[in-house]
Every structure is written in C-alpha cells, then in structure tokens.
C-alpha cells in the first residue's frame, strides 16, 4: 500500500504551476484556521450577530467577519495574490502588490446555520489577473482553481483546478490528507434539493420539474425522489458531489429583481467548476453558469447544478417554456 497522500503531495504532482500551488497552500491555511475557530466558538464569545450589515443586505454574524479577517491575514502573506473579492466586502480588495492571482470567496457560507451546529463552510474561486489592469469580470469558465472546505464531523477539503475534483480530510495535526483522488458525480439520482417553502415564487418549469418528482412512482418519471436542504450551500453540494442529485437556487418571483440568490464569482462559479470537472453540470435554466460573463463582483444568478441527467431535465423544461 502507498503511503497517504498529503495536499502538498497532490500539489506537486498536480497543480498547473508552482505559484498557483502557493496560492491553494494560502487558501488551505485559512480554511485550516477556520475550521479550528469553528470547533469552540460557542464557549469563546464568538456565536451571534454583529450590528453591521454586509452589502447584500445581511446581518454579519460574528464569524463571517472573523473567517473573513483570516482570509485577509493568509492572503496578505502570500505576494503572488493580488486582489481578494469577498462576500463580507463592499468593494475588492487590493494587496498593494503585483501578484497575478485573485481570490473571490465567501469566507463562511450557510452561516446562519451556526447557531444549529450544522455543517457550513468556505468557497473559494482563483482568478488570473493583470495587476495593472485588473479583470474581475471574467466568466467562470476562465477560473484557474476552485474548492471548499465543508466544516462538518470532519473538515473536508474539495479542489479542482478544472479537469478532476479531488477530496482531503484535515487530519488531527492540522494536515489536509487526500481522500479521494477523482470523485464522480452519477449522472441519474433520486435526490433533489430546494427550499420548498418558495413554492409561491417558482416559475412554470421549476413547478413542473419538484410536481414530477413529488409524484414518484406514481408519476409520468415511475421513479420515487427524496428532498434534502440543509440551507447551507456548502453542505447541500458536498452531498451532491459525494452520492448525486441536484441543489436548485432558480431565479423566482422573488429573486428575480436582484437576479437570483446566490452569488456568481465566489458561490455559483467555483461550484459549478467543482462539479463540472466531476462529471455533473451546471445551468442557469438558460445556459451553463461557467458562461455567464459577470457585470458585478457581487452578481447573483439563478443555480440548477448536480447529477447531469437531472440538470438535463430541468433545462429541458426551460427550452419548453420558452
Ligand atoms: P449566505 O452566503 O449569506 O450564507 O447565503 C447563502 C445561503 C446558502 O448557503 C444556502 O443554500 C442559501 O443561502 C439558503 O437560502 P434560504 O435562506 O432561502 O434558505
Ligand atoms: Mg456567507
């Protein structure tokens, strides 16, 4: 047998370039960080909210703003990394030197389920950019690297740099090990995820896609379906990518006026990289998400992603409508 395979070792045989292995080291120390933060934070003063409100309209909780200065203080130490894009950031941030990477993250996604000690985590995107002239808008199908860390029972860490995802575990001594080298997403499930309680604000083919899949054996599909939401994207994908099935954000009745819910740089573009190059597919209803050229650093965009024959089906029910 082999010996175990650390981050660093998948790095070298793995990553395109010494300097973008440099820069998923940074990003691995932060989510490392993060995930030690997390374990004692109730007991450390660190659970609730703060009085500041984000500019997407959101109550910053404590820890969004804590994962969000540990994001900072590892990229600060890292030259080649240039500009940060994040969730908790009005306005990007420039390092002051001439790295040719940025970073878009959401530093702690699903925090609102801190307080339920549910699995939340981190998103990261990694961009190629010109430091003199910067280009933040890039589609993202342009990205260098994306991942999460998941922050659950175990603290997982998924990777692609566009062509396999792979997993790690961090292991007790604080070292990311690698658990599997090529996850596959099926490309049929029976698993779907959204949060129903919007049924009100669905439009027709999303209504149609959930009323097919509520009918089960019965239906026109004879093919029974569960639903799962924990309202943390990052453990409604890490589920996704583990055993199948599809996480729907669409845009809605709701949603339509800002475009969506979730966001496109440091959300929807790394997940949708993630779970390309695993096999699964990516859509807005209307077109691949790593497609979308962004207008906005904090752009939101309707998100249909998982098992391919599943995303199939509802992008179908787009075309039909139309
Ligand atoms: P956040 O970045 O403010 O945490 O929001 C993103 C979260 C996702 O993790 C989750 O899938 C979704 O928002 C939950 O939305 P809802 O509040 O409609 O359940
Ligand atoms: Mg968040």
């Known amino acids: 047998m082999s010996a175990p395979k650390t981050l660093q070792d998948w790095l070298q045989a793995e990553a395109p370039s010494s300097e973008l292995a440099g820069v998923i080291t940074t990003i691995a120390a932060a989510c490392a960080e993060i995930a030690k933060v997390l374990r004692t934070a109730p007991t450390d003063g660190l659970a609730g909210a703060t009085d500041h409100t984000n500019v997407q309209g959101e109550t910053q909780k404590q820890l969004d703003v804590v994962s969000n200065d540990i994001f900072i203080k590892h990229i600060r130490q890292n030259a080649a990394i240039s500009i940060l894009i994040s969730e908790e950031l009005d306005e990007e941030l420039h390092m002051q030197n001439q790295g040719r990477f940025a970073i878009a993250t959401d530093p702690l996604d699903g925090s609102s389920n801190l307080d339920v000690n549910v699995t ?66 099926a490309a049929q499930s029976g698993e779907y995820a959204i949060n129903s309680a919007r049924q009100r604000f669905w439009d027709a083919p999303t209504s149609t896609y959930v009323a ?41 009745s709701e949603t339509t006026a800002k475009g969506g819910r979730l966001r496109l740089l440091y959300e929807a573009n790394p997940m949708s990289l993630l779970l390309e190059a695993a096999g699964g597919a990516a859509s807005t209803g209307h077109g691949r998400i790593l497609d979308v050229v962004p207008t906005d650093i904090h752009q939101r965009v309707p998100v249909i992603m998982g098992s391919s024959a599943e995303v199939a089906r509802l992008d179908a029910l787009y075309a039909k409508a139309k």
């Open 120 to 185: 939340v985590g981190s998103i990261f995107s990694v961009l190629a950019v010109d430091p003199n002239a910067p280009d933040l808008l890039q589609p993202g199908s342009e990205q260098l690297a994306a991942g999460y860390a998941a922050y659950g029972p175990s603290t997982s860490l998924l990777l692609t740099f566009g062509k396999t995802t792979a997993a790690f575990t961090l292991s007790n001594e604080g070292v990311f090990m690698l658990d599997r080298e090529a996850v596959q997403v």
């Open 212 to 252: 097919q899949n509520i009918a089960g054996e019965e239906g026109e599909l004879g093919k029974r379906y569960n639903m799962r939401w924990v309202g943390s994207m990052v453990a409604d994908i890490h589920r996704i990518l583990m055993r199948g099935g599809i996480f729907l954000y669409p845009l809605d």
